[in-house]
């Protein structure tokens, strides 16, 4: 082979060996970055190795193709001789080390699959819950107001009736004794006491108003509607859920409150199944409104929980706030319901919830009575 | 008892051993040509790996970023010059006086002199890894400074 081919041979083969260098060493310097950023994602651990592996193979080659040249042309053939082996060598065990990475790349794929869904899954549930929780608050903040100004109404309409009743006595005893002189007095005072009762009255209209926010509910609609938002979760569990509910079922009330208030209960009966448990949620048609019936073949709570389980700031889990219940019977008493919660251990829990179908007429009744 | 003539019939197998030698090949010798098979096998293996990697990007969600089709490019390009540099050290296998002098065969000739150009492929293939690692970079770069311009 004359010099005229071997030039551009040789040309190609130095310049592209140095190029190999520079780009192995930008890619592990862009890989090193990557990395840095993210340090817990697997992809980019894999991708370091890969990298890493294919820098040091074209380290090898390249160096070992430029020696290559230099000795040849520099009449040291023996000494090429010698390196070329290791060089060689070297190269194959490196091939060898690329395969060995890139038969993890399926598994990474896996665990990045993976760990995507969870994260979704994870911002799909904490979103819920941040919303459950405004609700909740929202449920105590309109109780605690209608509590302050109902305990405010009856602290003050007791007094005032009395102050009432006592200047009405004055003022006839007055106009017997002095002909109605400090009438007009009288009359200013009156005013302010009627003003005090007026004061009074709105008070108490504010639990109606709060009662006004409600609108008829499909109760099977809402039913199916928390069922399914805490499928995936049974399902991951290994639970089974089991939903029956009569179409003509509704009630008045607020759809948020009361979805609130089953979600909840429907997690606390997840959270206490193990795997292959049943859940069951039933709704009925009684006379006066609907039952829902929740039952779960769980471990149970013994008898002396359960006598607690509704009340504020109990529970029996680390972390918990035990608030979560005491709030469920908060909203279902906003809806003139009850519920009750009766448990066997080893055979499960039963929670029944009643909600009265025509609230609104309830309301009404009560106020007019 | 049994143990007892168990234990005369193995020395007597060893005994035996010493007295008349034979060579047992229980050492493999490793001559030159399975250097040579060994990177061969390297190279088929490098490309395997290199298809696997640009077969499950493009299976995966990852072959909707542009950055992850670089990846697949260089990936593809590395399985070429694998494909050429296996050929050209099949080519080699010749005399070197073939090499240097030509072996009469022009087509062949013309071959080998290609198959000694596999940077021409390499060379692209880790351009295209770099491009998709620096598009990586940036995007994380970008993803970061969205998420702290988020109030």
Redesign the interface.
Known sequence: ?NFC?RFP?VC??I???L??IV??A??LH??V??SR??RENPLNTY?FWL?AA?FVL?LFRSVGHILKHLLLYTWHQDLWATIA?WS??L??????V??A???F??DV?IFM?RMTSDRARIESTSKQLLSLNQEIETVVSDRTKVEMALNLAHEIRNPVMIISGLLRRLRRKNAENTGGSNGEYHHEIQQQINQLEGLVDRFEKMQQQARQAFSPIELKKLLAEAIENVRPEAESKGIKLVFSAQAAAGCHGNEGYLLSAFLHLLRNSIEACRSGSIIELRSSQVASGTVITLHDNGPGINAQVVSHVFEPFYSTRDGATGMGLSYVRQIIHEHHGKITLASVVGKGTTVEVFLPSHLDLLIEGKNSG | MQVKNGGYMVFLILAGGLVFPEAAFAIQFHGAPEGLYLHQIGHVLFAAAMVGFAYRIRNSRLRHDTAWQLMTWGACLLVLWNGWAFTGHILSLDLVWQHLNGSGNARLDLLRYYSQMDHLLCVPALLCIYLALRKMVAAKYQHRAGKEEQP
């Not at chain 1, 190269?91 to 060898?96: D, V």
């Open positions: 082979m081919f041979l190609i083969d310049v592209g060996s190029g190999m780009l192995a930008l890619c862009q890989v970055i990557l950023q993210d991708l990298v294919l074209c082996p060689g060598g190269n194959s065990a490196m091939f060898i690329i395969f990475v890139t038969l790349f399926r794929l699959n």
